[in-house]
């Protein structure tokens, strides 16, 4: 559909908008303590004005003892004291409206906290109460029934199931958690959990959120019986596999078509699903009209900087979505995969294909969604000192997997020495001292910086009519390359070959790289304006 400047206005704000993932933990300390919080990102609000956003995603700050980073939530409807409380929240709300800038939070329906009530309410209930029925507890197998209820693994590591001491003295049942011990899996077959998640929906809309990113959106419902895996392949625990039973049961589109009623009282909000499926059909069935309104499609994080692999990245993200109607969505990163920079090969050959990557990602059609310090070209950190490490994947694993900290390191805002500005404390995870070329304060001076190639590429995608249309035309291109068209009259050029290529014909808008004699160089992508579309 190739829509004109009124239908545009008419679709929903969120359609075609540039998401900011504000993992707050690592983004800006505005109390001392070291640690990142919402004080930090209100006063951070000029700069995601001037990187030109439309939206953030506040990664989880509700009342946690932070577990997992605050994915481990012990009260849904108030603000831990860690990221500012409530005022800090809302201060940013307030203020960032003002800047028209839209605030999407970060809700976690599969689990709770082991802090949360309802939990300490169950473990002094026992077994067969009603409060255990709001979470997942069995009997244990084997006679004496010291013997997990079914084999799944958890996605951290070690068994999805942790046994109970009941109030006795005596070991008891058994509960489920996907992720670590300290986030029980509800039962979304307790009416109670779905009345309960209503409420926290309308207690954050109510106070002027714009939408939810919804954590594990394809994990709430459980099979009937929580039948063992066919196969455990531990080398695969963190695949998505189409035969995992923890993972995509049909009951939970159920579940998605409750949230979108509530949501539907509130028709400016957004909901987000985090949504690890590959098969295209079933991607699609979360986005169907009465279910989420986004889902985020991870095939362009998976993927190297390589033409082919990226082309057919594009091509399933388009086509998941296509027959639901619903927008596609496109992310290089987030706090739980490694940064793009170092997937791409690291040093100047994975920042170049970073920036290559912007041009390709804000070049298509539907949400994007950038991870904080993604536009300042930061890559991982992969030798963060063993004592540092708090991704709790690093106990569970037996200290064999190091976890998602590489991606969670704190960003440099101004200075020549860590913390950068981060904070006036000590940074929760150490800041590396090479960081000091790659502050914000030094690339927004920068015309040639990483954060400045963001910027302009974000104003334009925003301002531009020749960003216009939901379709993708391919055009024949050099080996190892690819070029692609908008309906509005964008062509956008990625070469992944070792060689520069000529540009095809059109009006020069923007390339990640100086061109070299008119051509686009290795590791580079440009943005161009088809020559019978100029006015
Ligand atoms: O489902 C998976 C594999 O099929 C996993 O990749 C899983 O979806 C993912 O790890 C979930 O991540 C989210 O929930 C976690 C939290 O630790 C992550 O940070 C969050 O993004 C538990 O709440």
Known sequence: MTDTPEVRAAQPWWRAAVFYQVYPRSFADGDGDGIGDLIGVREKLGYLELLGVDALWICPVMRSPMADGGYDVSDPRDIDPLFGGMAAMDALLAEARARRIKVTMDLVPNHTSSEHPWFAAALAAGPGSRERDRYLFRDGRGPAGDEPPNNWPS?????????????????????????????????????????????????????????????????????????????????????????????????????????????????????????????????????????????????????????????????????????????????????????????????????????????????????????????????????????????????????????????????????????????TGEPWLPMPPQWAALTADKQLEDLGSTVSLYRMAIELRGTRPEFRGSELEWRHSPQG??????????????????????????????????????RLPADAAAWLVRVDTIT
């Open 155 to 423: 996605i951290f590591g070690g068994p999805a199931w942790t046994r109970v001491t009941e109030t006795d003295g005596r070991p008891g049942q058994w509960y489920l958690h996907i992720f670590a011990p300290e986030q029980p899996d509800l039962n979304w077959e307790n009416p109670e959990v779905a009345a309960d998640f209503e409420q926290t929906l309308r207690f954050w809309l109510d106070r002027g959120v714009d939408g939810f990113r919804i954590d594990v959106a394809h994990g709430m419902a459980k099979p009937e019986d929580l039948p063992d895996m066919p196969e455990l392949d531990v080398s695969r625990l963190l695949a998505h596999d189409a035969n995992d039973p923890r993972f995509n049961n049909p009951a939970v589109h159920e579940i998605h078509r409750k949230i979108r009623k509530v949501l539907d009282e509130y028709p400016h909000a957004v909901s987000i699903g985090e949504v690890w499926v590959d098969d295209n059909t079933r991607f699609g069935e979360y986005v169907r009209p009465d279910e989420l309104h986004l889902a985020f499609n991870f095939r362009l994080a998976e993927v190297r900087f390589e033409a082919a692999a990226i082309r057919d990245a594009i091509e399933n993200s388009l086509a998941a979505v296509e027959p639901v109607g619903a927008s596609p969505t496109w992310t290089l990163s987030n706090h739980d995969i490694e940064r793009e920079v170092t997937r791409y090969g690291g040093g100047a050959a994975g920042v170049a294909r970073a920036r290559a990557m912007i041009l390709v990602e804000l070049a298509l059609p539907g949400a994007v969604f950038l991870y904080n310090g993604a536009e300042l070209g930061l890559p991982n950190v992969d030798d963060l000192p063993e004592e540092a490490l708090r991704d709790p994947m690093w106990e569970r694993s037996g200290h064999t997997e190091r976890g998602r900290d590489g991606c969670r390191v704190p960003m440099p805002w101004e200075g020549d020495a860590p913390p950068f500005g981060f904070t």
């Open 481 to 518: 390359c690819l070029e692609f068209r908008r309906p509005g009259g964008l062509i956008c050029v990625v070469n992944t070959s070792p060689d520069p290529i000529p540009l095809p014909p059109g009006e020069f808008l923007l390339a990640s790289m100086p061109l070299a004699s008119g």
